[in-house]
């Protein structure tokens, strides 16, 4: 059987028509959307028609779309811009969640070496940033809420509606990282009711190096690429166009298929989970009982470590990711399940499934037959 690829999450294969679009922007349409002349007017074009359909696809004016070369620059712009933009207002707090992308996290990291304070919300047993853990250390002098939409290991999805209404009572902006939201669920900026929201072109079939941040209408925010003129003044940089054009395309295609992909790909997953559940003893999913985007499970597996599993599914042709990271020869749990104050072998040994467009039934049904005799080979050399 051919490779089966189950980490959605980390990127997704481009679609046909957004390659061709790539190569059609690369090749006849070159020319550098800044120039007067005919090429550069047919570059400017389908930045244009981007930014209208990634403007459809989250519910925003074509106007309020920066162009970025993806997700952790639309993080860095969104946070280091609106704090330099808000530092003259005296108020130098800042609130994120402890599940966050390393973008946010290490961004905040920044921010706080600069003189900023922040605060990490923590999250419940199943991966969720309750609201009132939010209005319990707001102040006056938080400048800005920054919570992700959906989360990259787990997939649970945050009340940002929610947490957006109590951060404006206290005078803050709201900026969310919709990486991993747009495209599988629907995404719709005003009513989430936010400031900024940041996505990614290559985790919804787009080219990698290409993402945009929202910024709403009349939202202060400092350039922190400096330049040109380019997207209004507030992203210095000839534009990737290939790239962008490629996201364009992705992202009407996304519209176009969000109902249908995400039921099919729901089922799928859940196919995928209980078959896991049944099949394999002392499973558990992580997050379970929150509200998940359709794609995403992780699950750990009691007496296996996360790494060899993963090492030994891709020798059996499935590609699947852990939430830990290997550092010098160290297994790091993942935060976002330390987070959760999950008993510390289940933050060690979790294996992240993200499903896309591409499985089908037999990679699903196939990856479940195959698993008990993977596991059970590791714990018997384990128990050695
Ligand atoms: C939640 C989240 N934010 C930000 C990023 C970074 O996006 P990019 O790879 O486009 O820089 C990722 C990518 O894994 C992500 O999952």
């Given at each position: 059987?051919?490779r089966a ?17 790539v190569?059609?922007?690369?090749g ?10 005919h090429?550069g007017q047919?570059?400017k ?7 209208t ?6 519910g ?7 162009f970025t070369?993806?997700g ?7 946070l280091?811009g609106a ?8 108020k130098r ?11 946010v996290?290490?961004t ?18 199943t ?7 939010l ?13 992700m ?9 945050q ?12 005078g ?15 995404v719709?900026?005003r ?9 990614s ?8 190096g290409?993402?945009?941040?929202w910024i709403r ?16 003044n507030?992203?210095?940089?000839t ?6 054009a490629?996201?364009?395309v992705?992202a009407?295609l996304?519209k176009?298929?969000l ?6 790909i ?17 499973t ?13 499970t ?6 296996v ?9 891709d020798?059996?042709g499935?590609?699947?990711?852990t939430?830990?990271?290997c550092?010098s ?12 104050n999950l ?6 040994n ?13 990679q699903?049904d196939a990856?479940?037959a195959?698993?008990?005799?993977v ?10």
């Amino acid at each position: 059987m051919p490779r089966a690829y189950f980490d959605h999450n980390a990127t997704t294969p481009p679609d046909p028509e957004v390659i061709e679009a790539v190569a059609r922007a690369l090749g006849d349409d070159f020319g550098n959307a800044s120039s007067v002349h005919h090429f550069g007017q047919r570059a400017k074009a389908l930045l244009d028609e981007a930014r209208t359909s990634i403007g459809q696809l989250i519910g925003a004016e074509p106007a309020e779309i920066v162009f970025t070369s993806g997700g952790t620059e639309s993080d860095n712009l969104a946070l280091r811009g609106a704090a330099e933009a808000l530092e003259n207002t005296g108020k130098r707090h800042l609130i994120t969640s402890s599940i966050e992308h390393e973008a946010v996290l290490n961004t905040v990291k920044a921010l706080v070496k600069r003189g900023w304070t922040s605060t990490l919300l923590p999250v419940d047993a199943t991966g969720i940033v309750a609201p009132a853990s939010l209005a319990a250390v707001i102040t006056r002098d938080t400048a800005i809420v920054s919570v992700m939409h959906a989360n990259n290991e787990i997939g649970t999805i945050q009340p940002i509606a929610d947490l957006a209404a109590i951060a404006h009572e206290h005078g803050a902006l709201v900026h969310t990282d919709a990486v991993q939201s747009v495209a599988k669920i629907p995404v719709d900026v005003r009513a989430l009711g936010i400031d900024l929201l940041s996505l990614s072109a290559h985790k919804f079939n787009g080219p990698k190096g290409a993402g945009a941040l929202w910024i709403r209408r009349g939202t202060r925010l400092v350039a922190t690429m400096t330049g040109g003129k380019h997207e209004r003044n507030r992203r210095g940089g000839t534009e990737n166009v290939p790239g962008i054009a490629g996201m364009g395309v992705a992202a009407r295609l996304a519209k176009a298929k969000l109902d249908v992909n995400g039921g099919r790909i729901g089922a799928l997953r859940d196919r995928l989970e209980a078959g896991i559940l049944a099949a394999v003893q002392g499973t558990i999913v992580n997050g379970a009982r929150a509200p998940r985007v359709p794609n995403t499970t992780n699950i750990s597996f009691d007496g296996v470590e996360a790494e060899s599993l993963l090492i030994a599914l891709d020798l059996e042709g499935f590609a699947v990711s852990t939430g830990s990271a290997c550092s010098s020869g160290t297994l790091e749990p993942s935060h976002v399940l330390r987070a959760m104050n999950l008993p510390s072998h289940r933050t060690q040994n979790s294996i992240r499934f993200s499903l896309g467009a591409g499985n089908t039934e037999e990679q699903v049904d196939a990856l479940i037959a195959k698993l008990p005799a993977v596991v059970g080979k590791l714990r018997s050399l384990v128990r050695r």
